[in-house]
T-cell receptor, first 111, second 114 residues
Framework: DTGVSQNPRHKITKRGQNVTFRCDPI?????LYWYRQTLGQGPEFLTY????????KSRLLSDRFSAERPKGSFSTLEIQRTEQGDSAMYLC?????????FGQGTRLTVV | AQSVTQLDSQVPVFEEAPVELRCNYS??????LFWYVQYPNQGLQLLLK??????LVKGINGFEAEFNKSQTSFHLRKPSVHISDTAEYFC????????????FGGGTRLMVKP
């Protein structure tokens, strides 16, 4: 068990470009979550998968954001036409029953 | 809906002194409660959790927390802090039903001084 893995750890992109992040959850965990954390704030929920089904999306998840979890394994989060306000740490977590285990996050900087 | 308030954004304390980080929550339903720690440029690591039963829960690294239902609080304590405890601490809640997301407080930065 290597924990939740996120790639890349850091991403710098120009405004208007598309970016994609990957999350590999703990292998037996059927639930996967994406959160966004801006500087000096607590994480905010973005979206939730149970197996391959996306069951909930926050209103924070605008039309430019899309997430997938094909085959109920890894997940990707794509941001299209990035804006400076998208700069944040994007955290992935997975869980089986009660507690969520977090990855180290992907820090996105939009310049 | 739930909300979490961490009353102190920063807590400076000297090494080996005791510390308490405060957390209050609001919820119309019963909740599970958690404390996470985040070191710089890292993800979140679970310190401890309250699901049910004894209101005093012990976690890793010598931390403990007490659930107070009447005051809707879940304060985190450590009797003697170390320099290595310097980090951001987040209180979080979620309803017990599987799949519910965590609602986090704004965090408290613990700064341990030598």
């Amino acid at each position: 068990d290597t924990g939740v893995s996120q790639n890349p750890r850091h991403k710098i992109t120009k405004r208007g470009q598309n970016v994609t992040f990957r999350c590999d959850p703990i292998s037996e965990h059927n639930r996967l979550y994406w959160y966004r954390q801006t500087l000096g704030q607590g994480p905010e929920f973005l979206t939730y998968f149970q197996n391959e089904a996306q069951l909930e999306k926050s209103r924070l998840l605008s039309d430019r954001f899309s997430a997938e979890r094909p085959k109920g394994s890894f997940s990707t989060l794509e941001i299209q036409r990035t804006e400076q306000g998208d700069s944040a740490m994007y955290l992935c977590a997975s869980s089986l029953i009660t507690e969520a285990f977090f990855g180290q996050g992907t820090r996105l900087t939009v310049v | 809906a739930q909300s979490v308030t961490q009353l102190d954004s920063q807590v400076p304390v000297f090494e080996e002194a005791p510390v308490e980080l405060r957390c209050n929550y609001s919820s119309s339903v019963s909740v599970y409660l958690f404390w996470y720690v985040q070191y710089p440029n890292q993800g979140l690591q679970l310190l401890l959790k309250y699901l049910s039963g004894s209101t005093l829960v012990k976690g890793i690294n010598g931390f403990e927390a007490e659930f107070n239902k009447s005051q809707t609080s879940f304060h985190l304590r450590k009797p003697s802090v170390h320099i290595s405890d310097t980090a951001e601490y987040f209180c979080a809640v979620r309803p017990p039903e599987a799949g519910n997301m965590l609602t986090f407080g704004g965090g408290t930065r613990l700064m341990v001084k030598p």
